[in-house]
């Protein structure tokens, strides 16, 4: 599964998504709210074994949520808006530093195509 979040003060806006039905979540049990408190990549290997999600309704119900990689969207320096993330029903090992940088890519051009859009919306 995968997602491109937003973060509002009171919800996960889900903007593009696959593997997913939800179109938002409530942002108290977001994993993204972890990945949004810094600039690089947060990694979630087994959500059952951390003691931050093993409770959480998105780990022990649907999308029965394992394994989470999150890039922040970064807009501009230090302003965090969401992320691109990865979601897996089953946990995972080591999340490389290759993977890593493909997902900050992807983030990056998230981000580039949301400027592109709120720039046209401007206009």
């Given amino acids: 599964m995968a ?3 937003l973060l509002t ?3 996960q806006l889900l903007m593009a998504r696959e593997g997913l039905d939800a179109d ?8 993204c709210n972890y990945t949004i408190l810094e600039d690089a990549v947060f990694v979630v290997p087994d959500a059952h074994g951390d003691p ?6 998105l780990t022990t119900g649907s999308p029965f ?3 989470y990689a999150g890039a922040p969207l970064i807009f501009l320096a230090g ?11 089953q946990a995972r090992g080591a999340f490389t530093h290759g993977e890593r940088a493909e997902l900050v890519d ?3 051009r ?8 709120l720039g046209r919306s401007a206009e």
């Fill in 52 to 57: 931050r999600f093993r409770a959480n309704p």
């Fill in 3 to 5: 997602a491109v979040t």
């Fill in 24 to 31: 938002h979540t409530p942002r108290n049990v977001a994993f």
């Fill in 106 to 108: 992807f983030a990056d």
């Fill in 65 to 67: 949520i394992r394994f």
């Fill in 110 to 117: 998230a981000v580039q195509i949301l400027v592109s859009r």
């Fill in 79 to 89: 302003l965090r808006i969401g992320a691109f993330c990865l979601f897996d029903g």
């Fill in 9 to 11: 003060e009171d919800i």
